[in-house]
């Protein structure tokens, strides 16, 4: 069983998306003792932002340089890696109302039409299925569905959105908000997303 662990935060050990990802790794590690995890982290390792000169490159009649042969094999590489896995966490903090740039160059290399969806005379149609996905979202403040601000989130509206559409429909989902608001604030959140995540439970399609 393999489970593909996805970091998008630039805060490093400072960072609560992090923190609270690495727990839910390890809370599948201690119900899958045969779990196999794969890292992907998108600072230490950024995946490039999509150019024409890729999506040309793609074309078996286009030739391209070193350096396109290397994006290209990395491109192919992280779409494998996520279709290899049983199990995905992505762990994404809030930046100015939406997700990281890293995080969404790397949707852009997994949200492949022939290879997660594809169209058909009803619309879209999403290929990805059998796979557990945990979405750990933190947000300095509050914007869930009771805050006035609600309106304003675009991370977790945006991945769910995403993930959907390629199939991935109910994901498990842990929020830690309103951190930057006062330290207290930040203990209770923590406490609560830690607590949701010792719920998880060992089943994979969810």
Request: aromatic letters at 6%; proline letters at 4%.
């Amino acid at each position: 069983m393999k489970l593909l662990h996805v970091d998008s935060s630039i805060l490093g050990g400072n960072s609560v998306s992090r923190e609270l990802s690495a727990a839910v790794v390890a809370r599948f590690q201690s119900l899958h003792g045969d779990l196999e995890v794969i890292r992907r982290d998108l600072i230490e390792t950024p995946v490039a932002h999509l150019t024409g000169a890729y999506l040309a490159g793609q074309s078996a009649d286009v030739q391209h340089d070193q350096a396109m042969q290397e994006e290209l094999t990395l491109g192919g590489a992280v779409l494998a890696e996520f279709m290899a896995a049983d199990i995905i966490v992505v762990g994404s903090p809030l930046y100015n109302l939406t997700i990281p740039s890293q995080l969404k160059a790397w949707m852009d290399r997994i949200v492949v039409a022939g290879k997660t969806f594809r169209y058909t005379p009803n619309g879209p149609e999403g290929l990805v299925h059998g796979k557990r996905l945990v979405l750990v979202l933190s947000r300095g403040g509050f914007y869930g569905p009771t805050s006035p601000r609600h309106s304003f989130e675009h991370g977790e509206s945006y991945l769910k959105s995403m993930f959907t559409f390629i199939g991935l429909s109910h994901p498990d989902v842990i929020v830690a908000e309103g951190l930057a608001v006062n330290a207290e604030q930040r203990q209770k959140a923590l406490e609560e997303a830690r607590a949701q995540i010792g719920t998880l439970s060992d089943a994979i399609a969810a």
